[in-house]
């Protein structure tokens, strides 16, 4: 199994693929340029000239839905029901109401995802995170019918770099690049800096909406080609829209995340007793070096935890969880992407949906854990803690032990803990399929890719398989 996790994780291998003169032009084939499968780093590139895409025209088209049901009685005969797609520069040229019906009709109310919501969205943008200047250019498409009604929205962002996505294509980019071919700018359609799951094409419940689902991919296609991009990458998708972007011209790509599965369990105990035996006794063992329980104080840390919604976080949490953040960023990363303003935009829009597991000691916070509370899953994001003092299993505790105890609590089937972290499986939480879809321009790259997909998908494939073999489940239990 290791080797496997080990292959999985290599570099991309598909650089070595391409021919001598492949994504070159006729007058830079004769420009040998070097290139090697082990260097595959750049997020940018070595030159600094200045790379522009065409300016975006907001209007990507009108369009006329068929069928029954698309027809609207106008004096003595029926008119077809046309639509129009259009680029917004912000989010907030759309109210949060329009917005989130869209979100609401395309996740259903058990489904519902607190990511894609009006609120979340434009806390990225009003606080500077997701904006121009960071490299997320907000380019969102809107389709409204001639009533001047949202039909659908995407979420969608010039890029000019591939920090944020957490699906890599870091290689993909230094590819182009030792072709002499550019990667930058391209479209990304997620939530930024979140590998959150979820439908990435929101559209009304109506029934022509396959209709405007085909409209606004088929208009998502021609703004990149007319902005001369290289691509369109939407990720961490709806599995079913992965399937049907297939169809209309996408490569797929599938991942892994840790996702922890409520089994009806009525405590965290009954957890528990799923559990292998030394898996159960480690659990155990790292929860009372913390506090087990809400609340509760273990003398030998002094540390209390408690999980605050709403109105019980107060700016000072968020002060305080800005500074624990920033510690995690500048461990891993070098670079936060979320400023403080963020955390307190985003906490007083959000409201309830917001859950932060915060540890104390004699009253100070030390650590937080950052959640949002979806319609059936609880989405565990940000973690951080005070660098001047460490904790042993605290990390475990605020994360994971604590998002299962509120899941089991509000009666959610998920928590789901974000990407990469193999220390995640043997606290239950178990390796589940991502999916994203990728249109690239160039023909000769796609087919490229292509083939590196289908190697990366059996390793991604086998890994999982593996994974799941040896989990840390009593047999019977998946």
């Known amino acids: 199994m290791a080797a496997a996790v080990v292959s999985y994780c ?53 369009f ?9 009685a106008t004096g003595n005969q029926a008119v077809a029901k046309k639509i129009s797609v259009s680029v917004i520069s912000s989010i907030m040229e759309v109210s949060a109401n329009e917005w989130d019906a869209c979100t609401l009709d395309a996740t259903g109310p058990g489904k519902f995802n607190p990511f894609l919501t009006h609120g979340f969205l434009s806390s990225l943008e009003e606080t500077d995170c997701a904006v121009k200047e960071t490299g997320w250019t907000p380019s969102h498409v809107i389709a ?49 800096f979140t590998p959150v799951t979820g439908p990435r094409i929101l559209i009304r419940n109506t029934p022509f909406k396959d209709q405007v689902f085909d409209i606004i991919v088929s208009a998502l296609k021609d703004l990149t080609a007319k902005s001369q991009v290289s691509s369109l990458h939407i990720t961490f998708s709806s599995e079913s829209e992965w399937r049907k972007l297939k169809d209309k011209g996408f490569l797929q790509r599938i991942g892994m995340q840790y996702h922890w599965k409520n089994r009806n369990y009525k405590s965290f105990d009954e957890f528990l007793m799923d559990m292998k035996q030394s ?28 999980r605050l919604r709403g109105d019980e976080i107060k700016a000072s949490h968020w002060d305080s969880f800005y500074t624990f ?24 829009k959000m409201g309830d949906q917001v859950l932060l597991v915060v540890a104390e000691q004699e009253g100070k916070l030390v650590a937080g854990a950052l959640n949002l509370i979806g319609g059936d899953a609880l989405f565990g994001r940000l973690w951080g803690c005070d660098p001047r003092v460490y904790y042993p299993s605290l990390h475990f505790e605020a994360c994971y032990y604590q998002a299962i105890e509120a899941a089991i609590e509000l009666n959610l089937s998920t928590v789901e803990a974000g990407a990469q972290g193999e220390h995640k499986i043997q606290r239950g939480y178990m390796p589940v399929t991502t999916y994203s879809s990728h249109y690239l321009m160039d023909e000769g790259f796609k087919k490229a890719i292509a083939e590196f997909l289908m190697r990366e998908s059996s390793q991604v494939n086998l890994v999982m398989k593996l994974l799941h073999e040896s989990g840390p489940f009593k047999e019977g239990i998946h």
């Open 325 to 348: 953040y920033r510690n995690t960023t500048d461990n891993k990363w070098g670079t936060p992407y979320l400023t403080r303003d963020f955390f307190h935009e985003m906490g007083s």
């Open 279 to 306: 898996k159960r006794k480690n659990i155990r063992q790292e929860r009372k070096k913390v506090a087990p329980r809400k609340h509760a104080k273990i003398p030998a840390q002094n540390l209390t935890m408690k």
């Open 144 to 192: 409204k019918d001639e009533s001047e009604n949202i039909l659908g929205v995407v979420p969608l962002y010039l890029k000019s770099h591939s920090y944020g996505e957490f699906v890599f294509d870091h290689s993909w980019a230094d590819a182009y690049y030792s072709f002499g071919s550019r990667y930058y700018p391209k479209f990304q359609c997620c939530v930024p």
């Open 64 to 72: 006329t839905l068929t069928g029954s049901g698309t027809e609207e």
């Open 10 to 62: 290599k570099p991309s291998p598909f650089v070595g693929q391409f021919p001598s003169t492949f994504g070159k032009s006729a007058s830079s084939q004769s420009i040998e340029i070097s290139m090697q499968s082990s260097r595959i780093t750049a997020l940018f590139w070595g030159s600094k000239k200045s790379v522009k895409s065409q300016p975006l025209d907001s209007s990507l088209g009108d």
